[in-house]
């Protein structure tokens, strides 16, 4: 990828005359034309036009996201678009009467749901602050190409057109063969191209517009989910990969880290870098995370010289210094603002600010997973992915399910609560390779999960051990809800720096995003998340909850369930069943939701642990390290064998119930399990 950042310099006529590397190449230069320059304004309009959109879409009661729903709700004759049943056929003309009044009344129950006062003011705050958002970023661009005057009326007046599915061009610049078929695909289905002419440009100038706009958009001084997910959008529209855009990203941080702390010479700023060299974790109560050591925090910086420094850093990709520092703004001379783009002065947490919660959440954390072979300023990127694991088998269990996520994210695991996440995990595994879970899913099967969870009809032997997990799943599942809270005003404070996150979690780590996210709607808190992909979450699904959770996302959410997941269902029988289960159902009528069935991967709740990878792999997850994924392929399946071993082994010293299994295991066995359970947790 590299050599193609050099060949696009040499396209452009980079010479090795200082002269010439200091005026260098420019978007003006690139786009030679009035008529070019005023295609990317144009661009930019349009596809900011679709962003707004999808706010607009996840408030639209008619814009369920199920396309089978659509037909019988856009028109008030609904008859006319269905298909009529013969008059003969009374019987089936009464069933699709029924059908299309069931539509009308939910119509009317989510124009009900969207009318509310408070959903209204969260969609008002959504368009506002993503209004504010675009017209800075029509007038920055239109102040380079033409006039942010013109840039701002195209903007207000954009008319996008999508590319026609037989035209959608072959995305340029994927190196790993392997991932093309999951990701590309899905890069094309997310974010649908725009048709342009300048994707008939040669392709080494489409990678100057798009590294181009990268630069003017870090030129806002800061780089938030819109802003991203704005650039994914000019990536498909202008026929490249996802992996130019990573690219970059990844060398324009390390440009922007390097040009910052060589300038660092002054002698107080060098021993503060030292102090703070271990603030490599974001941790509750300190002043300052990551990114001090690099940047220096007096922000003494001699301005012209950083820009010339990051101009010479980045010019090397293509552009001239004197156009990369322009494009960049602030941003080239200020080491306070490069600081605070990494995260270097954010996440002041303060003591008094997180009194209210440290009295419920222990042992609050960003633990950083290093990618092998890098230091730890090479380890910058300008994304950040947070990992959350919902139950442990072992401290390292922290961190080893997010070390598939690959090398363009900054990559953290969130550590909570250690000693109820193993407690419940040693509670989990005791109760799944038990004789008592064996007998009674053979009986839960018999009902499905849906039966026996709505009518409370589980067997009496698992009922008979039900403390042993519901004490420890208690405990967890309400520190759960504390973390969620604190890691939204852990982003609220940019303990990320001016930087998108992505959230991934399973089980209860599922839970802690899902309330994260619920908290940043209640904050009015937009632009922070560029994703999220909640596994086996236990929470409701009701679209009220999921559209609040929609409208402070700006990339994808996915939620990641298993009907075969009896022991969630067994977990969540005491709760609000009413609004469904999320780890169990799809979410409903929200348009942006993506629900993706992994119960072929997911016989069983603790099988998340290893199914991660994988799941992330089959929804065509951006950033994966696949050779990780093969590794955790291969332990799933190893993990599923052993839980299988365990409970034939459990059952044959247990002797089987005289009536059809319903009584499962007696107080022997259930004493046994009590006795595992309890020994596991001395040697955790």
């Known amino acids: 990828m590299s ?39 144009i661009l930019v309009s349009d596809v900011t036009e679709l962003m707004r959109r999808q706010i607009l879409d996840a408030f639209d009661p008619k814009e369920t996201g199920t396309e089978d729903q659509i037909p019988a709700l856009n028109n008030g004759n609904d008859e006319t678009n269905v298909e009529k049943p013969s008059a003969s056929d009374k019987e089936r003309n009464g069933e699709m009467h029924k059908i299309i009044e069931k539509q009308k009344a939910d119509l009317a129950k989510r124009e009900k749901e969207v009318g509310e006062e408070k959903m209204v003011a969260l969609k008002t705050s959504a368009l506002e602050f993503f209004d504010d958002w675009r017209d800075s970023v029509a007038i920055r661009v239109g102040e380079v190409v033409n006039s ?220 950083p997973i290093p990618k092998p072979g890098e230091s730890e300023s090479d380890a910058r990127r300008l994304r950040v992915a947070i990992g959350i694991s919902g139950w442990l088998g072992d401290k390292d269990e922290v961190v080893k399910p997010w070390k598939c996520i690959g090398h363009f994210q900054e990559t953290f695991a969130l550590r909570f609560e250690l000693e109820a996440l193993m407690n419940l995990g040693n509670a989990l595994t005791t109760l799944v390779t038990s004789a008592a879970w064996s007998y009674a899913k053979s009986e839960i099967i018999k009902r499905t999960v849906f039966a026996a969870l709505t009518a409370g009809l589980w067997p009496l032997g698992l009922l008979k051990a039900s403390h042993i997990i519901d004490n420890p799943w208690s405990i967890a599942n309400q520190r759960a809800q504390k973390a969620g809270e604190v890691l939204a005003d852990a982003l609220i404070n ?29 904050r009015k808190a937009f632009g922070l998340i560029e ?46 069943i009413q609004f469904g289960v999320a780890g169990l159902n799809p979410v409903l009528n929200v348009k942006g939701v993506e629900n993706v069935d992994v119960g072929d991967l997911v016989k069983g709740h603790t099988l998340y642990r290893h199914a991660t990878a994988p799941i992330l792999k089959r929804i065509g ?64």
């Open 3 to 41: 050599s193609m950042f050099e060949k696009a310099s040499t396209f452009l006529g980079g010479g090795n005359e200082e002269a010439k590397k200091q005026e260098g190449e420019s978007l003006t230069t690139v786009l030679e034309t009035a008529e070019d320059r005023s295609s990317l304004t």
């Open 148 to 367: 942010g005057r013109t840039a701002k009326n195209q903007s207000n007046h954009a008319k996008p057109e999508l590319t026609k599915p037989n035209d959608q061009p072959v995305l340029e610049g994927i190196e790993a063969e392997e991932q093309k078929d999951s990701f590309s695909d899905a890069l094309l289905k997310l974010y649908p191209p725009v048709e342009t002419a300048l994707r008939k440009l040669a392709k080494e100038k489409r990678i100057l517009i798009l590294h181009s706009m990268l630069l003017l958009l870090l030129g806002l001084e800061h780089y938030n989910a819109h802003s991203r997910t704005l650039l994914l959008y000019l990536t498909t529209s202008l026929g490249l990969s996802a992996t130019v855009l990573s690219e970059d990203e990844q060398k324009v941080a390390r440009g922007l880290l390097t040009a910052a702390e060589k300038m660092s010479a002054d002698e107080e700023t060098k021993k503060r870098a030292e102090e703070n060299a271990t603030a490599r974790k974001w941790k509750m109560g300190v002043a300052g995370v990551a990114g001090a050591a690099l940047i220096g925090i007096t922000g003494g910086l001699a301005a012209p010289l950083l820009a010339s420094g990051v101009g010479t850093v980045l010019g090397g990709i293509g552009l001239g210094a004197t156009a990369t520092a322009g494009y960049l703004g602030a941003l080239a001379g200020s080491g306070v603002v490069v600081g605070g783009l990494f995260g270097a002065y954010g996440a002041k947490m303060t003591s008094k600010a997180m009194e209210q919660y440290t009295r419920d959440v222990e042992d609050f954390a960003f633990v």
């Open 494 to 522: 940019k303990a990320q720096g001016e930087r998108p996150v992505t959230l991934i979690g399973y089980s209860l780590g599922a839970k802690v995003i899902y309330v994260c996210l619920q908290q940043l709607a209640e």
């Open 531 to 576: 994703n999220v992909v909640l596994l086996g979450a236990p929470t409701p699904c009701n679209s009220a909850d999921w559209r609040r959770v929609r409208s402070v996302v700006t990339g994808r959410v996915v939620n990641a369930y298993s009907t075969n997941d009896y022991i969630l269902a067994f977990l969540y029988r005491s709760s609000s």
């Open 621 to 684: 997850f951006e950033d994966i390290d696949l050779q990780e994924i093969e590794r955790e392929e291969k332990r799933l399946a190893e993990q599923e064998k052993k839980e299988e071993e365990e409970r034939q082994a459990a059952e044959g010293d247990t002797k089987k119930p005289d009536v059809g299994g319903e009584q499962g295991v007696g107080d022997e066995e259930v004493h046994s399990m009590e006795q595992e359970f309890e020994q596991k947790n001395k040697l955790t």
